[in-house]
């Protein structure tokens, strides 16, 4: 159970992010990323996540599980994100994907690596956010998702195939610009999974509530050590209230 816990919680940081790159603007003196508000202009950031391992009752090792890194322009964009995976005795990069953005800062592709083409394409109309994933080598459109915002509360996100079939849809409530809660339906509109968020007076995750199969899975967060800027450094997840992941971030900025 301790390895679904862990993919829970990646899980939702990536979904995080989606909702805040739909969401970018441009900015010199703050940054979004995930469900945390960077502060100060962030030039590079590295999560590394742990898995806490018992090894006494008191006291818990670390055994490293995946790292991610970030680098922003100027304006607050991500315009590099790579994947890593823990092999060999050290991290290793499995995936490496660049961000381009248009004048108003919101991104418009996605490349894999060095390769020519995006894989993703983005395109803003009449308040719908459509994002095209797309077959590298010839352009073909593979699925449509679009990303609806109805309301400063409600944001919808329907998956279509390239002939229009319904592909699953998830539903986010927003709050004071974070997410709530959201909402996962499959193709036959069957609600498969909810996720409900609380947050501290500072925005950061308090607690994040799984549900599926009138089964539910509790994960919350303590928050260990900041920087001068006052994002934090380290954190750590507890599953079933005892220590599970510990995540390390390193952040450097623009000098003014």
């Known amino acids: 159970m301790r390895a679904t816990a862990f993919q829970i919680s990646k899980n939702v940081l990536l979904i995080y992010c989606c909702f805040l790159f739909s969401c970018s603007k441009s900015r010199t ?120 915002s109805v309301n400063d509360t409600l944001s919808t996100e329907q998956q279509l195939s390239p002939a229009g079939k319904n592909l699953g849809k998830v539903i986010l409530q927003i709050k004071d610009g974070r997410v709530a809660s959201y909402k996962v339906f499959n193709e036959n509109e069957r609600q498969e999974a909810q996720y409900f968020f609380q947050y501290d007076r500072a925005y950061r995750i308090k607690s994040r509530i799984y549900s599926q199969n009138n089964k539910s899975d509790t994960l919350t967060y303590s928050y260990q050590h900041f920087d001068q800027h006052g994002n934090y450094l380290d954190a750590i997840t507890y599953y079933h209230g005892k220590p599970h992941v510990l995540e390390e971030r390193i952040l450097t900025y623009y000098k003014k």
């Open 29 to 148: 003196d703050e940054n979004d990323l995930y469900s945390d508000q960077l502060k100060g202009a962030v030039l590079d950031a590295t999560f590394t996540f742990y898995d806490l391992v018992p090894i006494s009752p008191k006291k818990f090792g670390r055994s490293p599980d995946s790292k991610y890194s970030f680098h922003f322009n100027e304006q607050g964009n991500i315009v590099e994100q790579a994947e890593y995976v823990y092999k060999n005795n050290g991290f290793v990069i499995s995936r490496l994907d660049e961000f381009t953005y248009n004048d108003e800062g919101q991104r418009i592709f996605t490349f894999h690596g060095s390769h020519p083409n995006p894989y993703i394409k983005v395109s803003y109309e009449k308040g719908v956010t459509e994002t095209d994933s797309l077959d590298e080598s010839t352009g073909a459109i593979l699925k449509k998702t679009l990303s609806i």
